[in-house]
């Protein structure tokens, strides 16, 4: 099957993610931002477009906007939940951690579903994406729980994958 490339889409998705995030960072809805996001968006998206072939895979429905809100919502609970553990291990008087490199299947087919995986990992304290092959990710867990690599997988991934695979495929 050829890889055909979609430049409408990928200018679309990567506007629109641009977009999203400057409106993220400057925490404001103003005329002017939204004005300047918008044309700043577009600028960088035409220029880059061609060469960010992962933003065809995304395809906005009202389903995936829902799931994507979910997967937001369960990421930030659990960043600050890492960060506590964290913060735990660290100020403890005696540091008592199991770290080691666990590896995770993916079901995520797609690269942009798998970057997405693996930023999520890496966000979230007490773990680190340091490889990615074919459809595992290998992880520096900093207190490992578990030696099964079911448990393992679910521990660290299962509770973004779910969503990431109804987002990117």
Excluded: C
């Amino acid at each position: 099957m050829k890889n055909t490339i979609n430049l409408p889409l990928q200018f679309i998705n990567l506007w629109l993610t641009l977009l999203i995030i400057w409106l993220l960072a400057n925490g404001s809805l103003a005329s002017h931002t939204i004005i300047a996001g918008v044309s700043i968006s577009a600028v960088i998206a035409l220029a880059f477009a061609a060469f960010a072939q992962v933003y065809s895979v995304v395809r906005w429905s009202p389903r995936v906007i829902y799931y994507y809100l979910i997967y937001l919502s369960v990421f930030f609970y659990e960043l600050v939940k890492a960060n506590l553990n964290v913060m735990l291990l660290v100020f403890s008087p005696r540091i008592n951690i199991s770290p080691a490199i666990v590896e995770i299947k993916t079901e995520l087919k797609s690269p942009m579903g798998r970057l997405a995986l693996a930023n999520t990992i890496t966000l979230t304290p007490g773990t680190l994406v340091v490889d990615i092959q074919d459809d595992s990710l290998f992880v520096h867990w900093i207190n490992i729980s578990t030696t099964d690599p079911v448990a393992a997988a679910e521990a660290i991934s299962g509770r973004f994958e779910k969503y990431l695979k109804v987002i990117y495929g």
